[in-house]
């Protein structure tokens, strides 16, 4: 099995900072890409921002220059800097790993619980 912990979300004022965190847990082999993604309420899940296993990046043009997402290769980690945040950035962010190898075999993609970010004035 594979799961994954997010933590970090929480309320930050307008223009505020967060950061947040998502550790893989499991008999992982490899991870293809990582990334981050958010559904705010009535909304569909969009990406935020992914990171791939050779280190290529991906944003969404909403959060080009105020977030920031890193990844721990050794420790199965991915990480999203918020920074400048504002009343849109509100949603449930979810954490995914997409092609994730186990040492048994492919395992799949795999999809974090979720953790609340709420931006206010």
């Known amino acids: 099995q594979v799961q994954l912990a997010e933590s970090g979300g929480g309320l930050v004022q307008i223009g505020g900072s967060l950061r947040l965190s998502c550790q893989a847990s499991?008999?992982?082999?490899?991870?293809?890409?990582m990334g981050w993604y958010r559904q705010a309420p009535g909304q569909q899940r969009e990406l935020v921002a992914s990171?791939?296993?050779?280190?290529?990046?991906n944003y969404a043009d909403s959060v080009k220059g105020r977030f920031t997402i890193s990844r721990d290769y050794v420790g199965n980690a991915v990480y999203l800097e918020m920074n400048g945040l504002q009343a849109e950035d509100t949603a449930v962010y979810y954490c995914?790993?997409?092609?994730?190898?186990?040492?048994?075999?492919?395992?799949?993609?795999?999809w974090g619980q979720g953790t609340q970010v709420t931006v206010s004035s």
């Open positions: 499991g008999s992982i082999f490899a991870i293809d890409a």
């Open positions: 995914k790993c997409d092609g994730v190898y186990v040492h048994s075999g492919y395992f799949g993609d795999q």
């Open positions: 990171v791939s296993s050779s280190g290529g990046t």
